[in-house]
T-cell receptor, first 114, second 112 residues
């Protein structure tokens, strides 16, 4: 069975500092991987995704993530945090074999300090 | 029109009321989903429809009744809900099944 673990339910960074949000997954087959962001009172918005090919994936708002198969990780990074990055971030996996199941992590709330 | 539209955005209902949540997608996707998001819990998949056929039903209580009249519209009919059903209900669509999910802004439900 697939599962997703996001280490740290709350992360605080200073404005301009590196953002690192961790995601590890468990899957019997190489999964598709996603990062979503959710702002207050809104739905989830896709930041980036990995399906196949290049393991370093660039997304919107300056975020990127690297798929590391050996570490079963898909950590999200941004070199310099901005106040507008304050939100909740969700990592998710899906099974490429064609089911409709997307497994989400429990989320990490990012706080950006001025 | 935005990709996935949900109405109403906010709903307050008593335990004996009957109400419906509506979702409409303008993306030409063939799969639509209902998720429940409660505080401090992972996102819970409730129902999935593919080409108007239900393909997933994750042991959801019968007081939640989905309806998918066509590939663009999805409803969630609510009746005799409990206070613990208060949550943000998110609709999403995708195409094909393992493309990314596109979410609506959610319907915030409060059951008194």
């Amino acid at each position: 069975a697939q599962s997703v673990t996001q280490l740290g339910s709350h992360v605080s960074v200073s404005e301009g500092a590196l953002v690192l949000l961790r995601c590890n997954y468990s899957s019997s087959v190489p999964p598709y991987l996603f990062w979503y962001v959710q702002y207050p009172n809104q739905g989830l918005q896709l930041l980036l995704k990995y399906t196949t090919g290049a393991t370093l994936v660039k997304g919107i708002n300056g975020f990127e993530a690297e798929f590391k198969k050996s570490e079963t990780s898909f950590h999200l990074t941004k070199p310099s945090a901005h106040m507008s990055d304050a939100a909740e971030y969700f990592c998710a996996v899906s099974d490429p074999s064609g089911t409709y199941k997307y497994i989400f992590g429990t989320g990490t709330r990012l706080k950006v300090l001025a | 029109e935005t990709g996935v539209t949900q109405t109403p955005r906010h709903l307050v209902m008593g335990m004996t009321n009957k109400k419906s949540l509506k979702c409409e997608q303008h993306l030409g996707h063939n799969a639509m989903y209902w998720y429940k998001q409660s505080a401090k819990k992972p996102l819970e998949l409730m129902f999935v429809y593919s080409l108007e056929e239900r393909v997933e039903n994750n042991s959801v209580p019968s007081r939640f009744s989905p309806e998918c009249p066509n590939s663009s519209h999805l409803f969630l009919h609510l009746h005799t809900l409990q206070p613990e059903d208060s949550a943000l209900y998110l609709c999403a669509s995708s195409h094909p099944p393992n493309g990314e999910l596109f979410f609506g802004e959610g319907s915030r439900l409060t059951v008194l």
